[in-house]
């Protein structure tokens, strides 16, 4: 079993910079591929990035070269930083786990809001 807690969210400008993190209890924190996602109201929830058990990264087109998506397995964390925001990066963000060697079960955090006011 895996929790996970985000933090980091709140209310910033235009522009303005946000980082959120993902702790995870439990063992073997390496062996879970992580992803931040995020679903703004009325829209279905999309993947924001991702990052492998070792290290591979991927960005959804809309955030590329604004987020990145850091993580430690000394720490158990997986952060999403996030630069030049914009308002429709507003959303509850989730961080999700997924086990890589079997069980392949999935795991995912409460959500922490993001506004970005303009």
């Known amino acids: 079993q895996v929790q996970l807690v985000e933090s980091g969210g709140g209310l910033v400008q235009l522009g303005g910079s946000l980082r959120l993190s993902c702790a995870a209890s439990g063992n073997i924190f390496s062996i879970y591929a992580m992803g931040w996602y995020r679903q703004a109201p009325g829209k279905q929830r999309e993947v924001v990035a991702t990052i492998t058990s070792g290290g591979r990264t991927v960005y959804v087109d809309s955030v590329k070269g604004r987020f990145t998506i850091p993580r430690d397995n000394t720490k158990n964390t997986v952060d999403l930083q996030m630069r030049s925001l914009e308002p429709d990066d507003t959303a509850v963000y989730y961080c999700?786990?997924?086990?890589?060697?079997?069980?392949?079960?999935?795991?995912w955090g409460q959500g922490t809001q993001v506004t970005v006011s303009s």
């Open positions: 999700k786990a997924t086990r890589t060697i079997p069980p392949l079960l999935t795991y």
